[in-house]
């Protein structure tokens, strides 16, 4: 633990630029009489927790990349662009579900104590200034200053728990490295606690509405609180439809201090369904453009998109179904966040296109007009004379008409355009064409997706209009919106009263969210059944929340990896094509048991457990 960071005690260190090691002490203090006198002091030092927070969660959609339907090849250690402000995500592997890649999270739990660390001097701090406050006003302005850095904290520790199980648990400043040089690892039931603590706390004390753009508010306390809970639920159940065989009797196995408790889970559930109906109902948040679809366009056009589009944009800063999110700064400020760098291509701001859609996900978006499924789309050799007129080809424009409008908000396939953008100024209208990278195609400037190994690329994130270049963007990056609260609070209520149960508020927005997509509403009779409605709830959450980082996390807490790939030791494993119909990656071909107990848990970094010999690791990681 002595690599873990804290905050110095001067203002300097507040902004996030110079810190300290466990192992050493702090030089050049300011005596607290000469700080933490004022709400700006407070504030100063919280901006900092949201400063370090912000490199935690900015980039949440790598994770995707070790799931069925996104692709991340890059490596973000190698980002520059923005100083550190992905710092915590440096050093992992993202685009192999099958690997091992538990080992290479070290830094992101690292940096997940550096947000701890901020918080809690913060809280200690401004709890050590209320009792020489006076004003009334001034002493509820500084409880929601500690509310936020609590929340702040609770968000670090739910992160770390989900990935690592049991880990040391504090939650007061660190002054001394003998306060945590053999310090243990605290249970996850202990944790949560805490954390439902941390998080009730905000809930109390936060304001209606954010005060600044990427502040917190109550409403996002409550439904991570909510969410807090839907978590422990599925942690502790051990019924799953589906009998995993690692996992026979469901729970966290490979967590060998946990023991799954039915009933605990069955009351998990109701209460996150509580929580997250007291946001759907009381908060007065709507879905952006109130969940309307806008308009699809024309096939192969993008001056006219679908609103789910324009919700990845900076025109949705302001709109409060970013619940939960951070701000970034523009031109100039080298707090910009990344999105377009990651996902778009050479022909938009000569971006990376680390981040691809993999041919899965287009066979998840269903018909505008029957409201099921398409028959699946089908790889062709671009030299086949039927390859673009066939049906189902996947070189056939008209194969993805009348689709989920979502689609076409989020991928590119065969012959769409993309507004091409240059040196924060406007290039020209490009088509996008699997392996044509220059020249031109029907009259347009080929896009250059010099990256891609999929025959689609990404339409979300990647920016429509000029102004920011790839690493300068000022989107609130969001860790939770209104539509996964809607999402959340069916799967908690299906399973606590059944799809049409609590006053059949669970089918209602599940089809709130269908109509983004301008899809038909499900029909009761048909969803009546829990195990049936659970996979329609799971359908919305893949392509409503498409690579924002859940799925990586809901395929571990629904113990469906198996599930969706294949079992341990299965030949061949799992094949994943492109657009040409040629085989592209090949994921759990005969892996054995162990590889896959290390999908569900990561391994406790050697170089903290080098330091302290009393942090057990992960039985699996051994």
């Not at 498409?546 to 294949?566: C, P, T």
């Amino acid at each position: 633990m002595k690599s873990l960071k804290i905050v110095c005690l001067v203002g300097a260190c507040m902004l996030g630029t110079s810190c300290v090691e466990l192992d050493q002490y702090p030089t050049g203090e300011v005596a607290s009489d000469l700080f933490w006198k004022t709400e700006a002091d407070a504030e100063y030092a919280l901006n900092a927790v949201y400063m370090q927070a912000r490199r935690q969660f900015n980039r949440d959609y790598v994770f995707d990349g070790n799931t069925e339907y996104y692709l991340f090849t890059g490596n973000v250690s190698t980002s520059q662009a923005s100083g550190d402000i992905s710092l915590a995500y440096r050093g992992g592997k993202y685009d192999n579900p099958s690997s091992a890649y538990g080992g290479n999270f070290d830094t992101y739990y690292q940096q997940s104590y550096s947000t701890i660390n901020f918080a809690n001097y913060t809280v200690d701090n401004i709890e050590k200034m209320l009792p020489n406050v006076k004003s009334e006003a001034s002493k509820k302005k500084l409880q929601a200053f500690i509310g936020e850095a609590r929340m702040l904290r609770a968000m670090a520790y739910f992160r770390l728990i989900s990935m690592w199980g049991d880990v040391p648990y504090f939650d007061k400043t660190i002054n001394d490295n003998s306060e945590v040089e053999f310090i243990t690892r605290t249970p996850i039931a202990e944790i949560y606690q805490h954390l439902y603590d941390d998080f009730t706390y905000a809930w109390e004390n936060l304001p209606d509405k954010p005060v600044a753009l990427g502040r917190m508010d109550k409403w996002g306390a409550l439904a991570f609180r909510g969410k807090l809970q839907l978590y422990w639920a599925c942690w502790n159940r051990i019924d799953w439809p589906w009998n995993s065989s690692i996992a026979p009797n469901g729970g966290w196995p490979e967590l060998t201090t946990f023991t799954a408790d039915p009933a605990a889970s069955a009351k998990a559930y109701k209460d996150a369904a509580a929580d997250f109906r007291k946001v759907i109902e009381e908060s007065g948040i709507t879905l952006f453009r109130n969940g309307e679809p806008g308009d699809w366009g024309k096939m192969g056009e993008c001056e006219v998109l679908p609103n789910y589009y324009y919700l990845f944009t900076p025109d949705a800063n302001e709109d409060r179904e970013l619940m939960v999110g951070f701000a970034h700064g523009g031109v100039g400020t080298g707090q910009g966040e990344e999105l377009m760098r990651d996902n778009g291509t050479r022909s938009t701001e000569n971006s990376q296109m680390w981040g691809q859609p993999r041919m899965e996900i287009v066979n998840r978006y269903q018909s505008t007009i029957t409201g099921d499924f398409c028959e699946p789309i089908v790889g062709m050799n671009p030299n086949a004379p039927d390859a673009r007129t066939a049906k189902n080809s996947a070189l056939n424009p008209e194969t993805y008409k009348d689709r989920d409008y979502r689609m076409k908000a989020t991928i590119l396939w065969e012959d769409e355009t993309q507004v091409g953008l240059m040196s924060r100024a406007f290039d020209q209208i490009r088509k996008y064409r699997y392996k044509v990278r220059t020249g031109s195609i029907d009259g347009f400037g080929a896009i250059n997706a010099d990256r891609d190994n999929t025959g689609y690329i990404m339409r979300k994130f990647v920016r429509n209009k000029p102004g920011l270049a790839r690493n300068e963007g000022n989107y609130k990056t969001t860790v939770l919106r209104l539509a996964d609260v809607y999402l959340m609070y069916a799967e908690a209520a299906n399973e606590a009263y059944g799809p049409l149960g609590d006053g059949g508020l669970a089918l209602e927005v599940v089809n709130k969210i269908r109509h983004r997509g301008n899809l038909p509403a499900l029909a009761a009779e048909k969803y009546a059944n829990k195990e049936t409605f659970f996979y329609a709830i799971e359908q919305e959450r893949i392509v409503e929340l498409y690579a924002e980082g859940h799925r990586f996390f809901d395929l571990r807490r629904w113990r469906s990896i198996e599930r969706v790939f294949v079992g341990p030791e299965t030949s061949p494993g799992v094949k994943m094509y492109d657009s040409h119909g040629s085989e592209r990656y090949h994921y759990f071909n005969n892996t054995s048991y162990e590889n896959y107990h290390r999908q569900y848990i990561f391994r406790i970094p050697p170089s903290e457990r080098n330091k302290n010999p009393n942090l057990t690791q992960n039985e699996c990681w051994l």
